[in-house]
């Protein structure tokens, strides 16, 4: 069942008429007019009605006691009642006041951390709550518009250095699966790199040096029975010819530049890598540093 009340001032005035259900009156979450904290100034004009007598009365008091915005009465109510604003959509520049209202400082939560028991039941809360079928995107993938969205929103937004650490220690022991790996290479097949043609600055590639100076990621660790065996494998599996047994390739580079040689000549006077280039000659790989095509003479 339904019913209608009104929100009162401390002079008992009405400052905002409404219509609800259960705890609705007393709620102020997801409400846009905040209830009285005196639960005395909370009244149900009347209660046991349908939904449309609900909507009725509704709007007969909020034509009764007027609306401020309107310069018609006391009322902050923005719609004249009945079924409301249905449909109604804030414009960008509205969404954008709200939001600089609630940022940094102003933001009901700002500097305050739950506690350990309050995130406890927020965890027992949410647990299973979007798996499977209960998940709103199940069975559904976004649209290539709506991944460009997605993507230009993030774009530029920098991450503090406290971000990127709890980010990076979420992801710590974390692997793919078989599936999951495999679904990403079919993905990245074939896919050209934003980085075809360029070359990093002096100064990225100092960035890079020091950021990998110290690197203990593996220190102490060893490789699995089970991964040494697929290394294994791997390398038995790779062709490394040498001498007179290799065979002369034709190597393009991205100024146009031709050359006639061998993958382990290339490798032992140039540096390019023998892996990379064989990906590159099998069309796995777009480019390998500034050779963008190779093939077999």
């Not at 349908?50 to 309107?70: C, N, P, Q, S, V």
């Not at 006391?74 to 079924?83: A, P």
């Not at 299973?128 to 998940?135: A, H, L, M, T």
Request: net charge positive.
């Amino acid at each position: 069942m339904y019913y209608v009340y009104s929100y009162l001032r401390e002079d008992y005035s009405p400052y905002y008429i409404g219509k609800g259900t259960k705890g609705r009156a007393y709620a102020s979450a997801n409400h846009r007019i905040k209830a009285p904290k005196d639960r005395s100034r909370i009244h149900i004009l009347k209660n046991n009605l349908t939904e449309e007598e609900a909507y009725e009365l509704e709007k007969l008091y909020i034509l009764m006691f007027g609306r401020i915005d309107l310069e018609t009465g006391i009322l902050r109510n923005l719609s004249d009642g009945g079924e409301g604003p249905v449909g109604y959509k804030t414009t960008p520049e509205q969404r954008r006041k709200i939001a600089l209202s609630r940022m940094g400082k102003k933001h009901p939560l700002y500097g305050v951390s739950p506690s350990e028991e309050t995130r406890e039941k927020q965890r027992q809360a949410l647990q299973g709550r979007f798996v499977g079928e209960k998940n709103p995107m199940y069975n559904q993938t976004h649209t290539e518009e709506n991944r460009k969205k997605i993507s230009d929103r993030h774009k530029g937004v920098p991450k503090t250095e406290e971000h990127r650490r709890k980010i990076s220690e979420a992801n710590k022991g974390k692997t793919h699966s078989e599936e999951t790996r495999k679904k990403l290479s079919e993905a990245n097949k074939g896919r050209v790199s934003s980085f075809l043609g360029k070359k990093h600055t002096e100064e990225t590639k100092k960035k890079i040096a020091e950021s990998k100076k110290g690197n203990t990621y593996f220190l102490g660790k060893k490789h699995s029975e089970e991964a040494k065996k697929k290394i294994s494998i791997a390398a038995k599996n790779r062709k490394r010819p040498s001498g007179s047994n290799a065979k002369q390739h034709k190597f393009t580079h991205i100024d146009g530049k031709i050359t006639i040689s061998t993958i382990p000549e290339m490798y032992r006077l140039f540096g390019y890598q023998p892996t990379a280039l064989r990906e590159l000659k099998n069309n796995k790989r777009n480019y390998h540093k500034d050779i963008i095509k190779v093939e077999e003479l």
